[in-house]
């Protein structure tokens, strides 16, 4: 089945209609930048786009308080650029930079980096160690989840495009002891599949790690943070011993499969450490963290 | 479905039928014509299609036809004339950065836009400037040689007619 509409509503509200209208044939569409090839390829059934791109104010980034709220439109180019998140959303804005090439990210969506759901998007991913939250309106109301939950399987999302939008994408700046890193290992620099990548977020007090963040992709079917590599830097001294033992147990909870494109299961299982304590080290370098 | 749009193209507007989930690329090159676009990979890898959309370099099968309605768009053949080159187009010709130049017009236009943002860029900036483009003949040294020569030399005559104005003459 072909397209046979293209609709564009003027807002939230009436996009929820059309995708209510139509039942499961209509799919919400932001940059287009996956769903148009799946579409051609016909791996995507839809037969009806309700389009965003008309509705008003959904390409913002806003600091409310605290807290980074970003809309759905806002693209990979947006938080690449941005200086709010290169300073406080660090691994974002890394992550975003990484993305396909800059005619991709000119395009390409963070919400849409979500709702593809696949476990090695770089933007996505540095949402994890964020500890992002998403607002999402549909046909059911509203809901907010956690990133984590907004993830099924390899390419299913919990948020469904054919009845549901997210509305608003949110986490916390970085505060005085803050920082995020983003660590990609791929082939090429641009236009490339990741081998690895991993987004880390420390928040320090005094010669301590506080608390901290490690999320992992592809190694599993979807993005995962490893809390019991987190859970073993708390309270810990800043130490390389002590990032090797995190890096170690990340390794071990990670569980890459063997890949054509990605290389085998053995390897990418033993880089974990290597990329882990490279994120690490970017880390508190940026902390002005430097013997340790 | 399909409903007639109006879009500007390198400075002139022009309408057409388009078709829903028809790609802008498609729509450029069999409805108006513009087979200076090409169709390189039709999904975003190759970058060969590339447009500036409303000041943006964009992939043109990343785009469907009816998202461009009142957009303006600029193609390698809004860049400069035959007779009045494009310095980006004369630094291309002049370097060697064309072999076979299917790549050549989607290159020189994310080169357009990455000079639009940054007058002055380093390798480094060029080479991740184009990263989203794909060249089999050259080995990209040459082209990343010509924008460097271009971007000296527009920064030069901008610097020169700045003095012209500055005397007043």
Redesign the interface.
């Known amino acids: 089945m072909e397209i046979r509409n293209h609709l564009f509503p003027l807002s939230i509200k009436e996009a929820i209609e059309m995708l209510k209208n139509e039942g499961n044939r209509a799919q919400l569409i932001a940059g287009g930048t996956d769903l148009i090839p799946a579409i051609r390829d016909r791996s995507n059934k839809c037969e009806v786009l309700v389009d965003m791109s008309k509705i008003p104010e959904l390409d913002k980034i806003e600091l409310l308080n605290s807290t980074i709220q970003l809309g759905p439109r806002v693209t990979m180019d947006q938080t690449e650029n941005s200086e709010l998140i290169r300073k406080e959303a660090t691994a974002l804005a890394e992550g975003s930079s990484l993305v396909g090439g800059p005619q991709i990210r000119n395009r390409a969506t963070i919400a849409g980096n979500i709702v593809s759901a696949q476990p090695a998007a770089d933007a996505a991913l540095s949402l994890f160690c964020l500890n992002a939250q998403l607002k999402i309106f549909g046909v059911r109301g509203e809901r907010i989840i956690k990133i984590e939950e907004a993830y099924l399987d390899v390419g299913k999302s919990t948020i469904d495009p054919t009845s549901e939008m997210v509305i608003s994408i949110f986490f916390k700046k970085q505060g005085d002891e803050e920082i995020s890193v983003f660590k990609r290992m791929a082939k090429r620099n641009a236009l490339a599949l990741p081998v690895l990548n991993c987004a880390v977020w420390i928040r320090k007090k005094e010669d301590k790690f506080s608390e901290v963040r490690i999320a992992l992709g592809p190694v599993a079917p979807i993005p995962i943070r490893i809390k019991r590599a987190e859970e073993s830097l708390k309270g810990e001294k800043i130490s390389l011993k002590n990032i090797e033992i995190a890096a170690e147990i990340a390794a071990e909870s990670a569980s890459p499969r063997n890949s054509q494109f990605r290389g085998s299961g053995a390897y990418r299982k033993e880089m974990v450490k290597v990329i882990v304590i490279d994120a690490f080290k970017t880390a508190l370098y940026r902390l002005n963290v430097e013997d340790f | 479905?399909q409903k007639k749009i109006k879009l500007k193209v390198n400075g002139v507007w022009k309408y057409g039928w388009a078709q829903?989930?028809q790609?802008l690329l498609d729509f450029l090159r069999k409805d108006l014509f513009c087979t200076e676009v090409k169709h390189g990979c039709?999904?975003?890898?190759c970058?060969a299609c590339?447009i500036i959309m409303d000041g943006?370099?964009?992939?043109s099968?990343?785009?469907?036809a009816?998202?461009a309605e009142d957009t303006t768009i600029l193609t390698s053949k809004g860049l400069g004339t035959k007779e009045n080159l494009h310095p980006l187009q004369r630094a291309f010709i002049k370097k060697g950065a064309i072999q076979c130049g299917f790549c050549t017009p989607g290159m020189i236009l994310?080169a357009k836009?990455?000079l639009d943002k940054n007058k002055n860029p380093s390798r480094e900036e060029i080479q991740?400037?184009l990263?989203?483009?794909?060249c089999r003949c050259t080995g990209y040294k040459k082209i990343v040689d010509a924008v460097e020569s271009a971007a000296q030399e527009m920064t030069e005559s901008s610097r020169n007619s700045n003095n012209i104005e500055e005397a007043g003459i």
């Open positions: 479905m829903a989930g790609s039709g999904r975003g890898d970058g590339t943006k370099a964009v992939n099968c990343l785009v469907l009816l998202q994310a836009a990455l991740r400037g990263s989203g483009n794909l």
